[in-house]
């Protein structure tokens, strides 16, 4: 099942901040964050394994909660270049490797 | 190091003909997916190979859809019969042969249907 992202999108002013979440019905081995720009491809952001750690880089940052099965992304102070469409990829436990993408959150920062 | 690559980026064909996406993984990645991508939707698994083995392609439609990643050369997929539904954004994707393997995306290849 496809994961669940939410929102769907968010329009923010540069130096906001904003959380995406992305919920699964399914337990979790890791999750994979993806931004991607309008005809472009999709750029990797994190990867968060089970063990309910918390990345980040710069002024992003995520968390998972194996339990809930849950990963939020943290984007502070937002800047015009964090404009895309954010993808969180999950991975089941067991053997599979293929990413499920949920549908993504379009992010529009405006000056 | 190079990243992933795709070719051609932009394709073309009418409805009936055939298409050839090709995919070079970067260097020392041995495992290769392939998404597909609509217009405003996300991504969609299709299949996932390693050299010379296709490990999962229950993303792949059964007819009309084939995928290869031979010992030498770029991992390809083909489409044959293309309709108009076909249209979309292809990406490629490679990882390295660990579980918690990033997957990296290349380009991408637009395929039109006319």
């Known amino acids: 099942q496809q994961p669940v992202q939410s929102p769907q999108a968010v329009i923010l002013r540069e130096g906001e901040d904003a959380v995406i979440n992305c919920s699964s019905s399914?337990?979790?081995?890791?999750v994979h964050w993806y931004r991607q720009k309008h005809g472009e491809a999709p750029v990797f952001l994190m990867i968060l394994l089970k063990g309910g750690e918390q990345k980040g880089h710069d002024k992003i940052s995520a968390s998972f909660n194996e339990k809930k099965q849950q990963s939020s992304l943290y984007l502070t102070a937002s800047q015009l270049s964090y404009s895309g469409t954010y993808f969180c990829?999950?991975?089941?436990?067991?053997?599979?490797?293929?990413?499920?993408f949920g549908s993504g959150t379009q992010l529009t920062v405006l000056p | 190091n190079a990243g992933v690559m795709q070719n051609p980026r932009h394709l073309v064909r009418r409805r009936g003909q055939e298409a050839r996406l090709r995919c070079s993984p970067m260097k020392g990645h041995s495992h290769v997916y392939w998404y597909r991508q609509l217009p405003e939707e996300g991504l969609k698994f299709m299949v996932y190979l390693q050299k010379e083995n296709i490990i999962d392609e229950s993303g792949m439609p059964k007819e009309r859809f084939s995928a290869e990643f031979p010992k030498e050369g770029p991992s390809i997929l083909r489409i044959q019969q293309v309709v108009r539904g076909d249209s979309a954004a292809y990406f490629c994707?490679?990882?390295?042969?660990?579980?918690?393997?990033?997957?990296?995306f290349g380009p991408g290849t637009r395929l039109l249907v006319l």
């Open positions: 399914k337990a979790l081995y890791s």
């Open positions: 994707a490679s990882s390295p042969m660990d579980r918690e393997g990033t997957q990296y």
């Open positions: 990829g999950t991975l089941p436990g067991g053997s599979a490797r293929q990413l499920t």
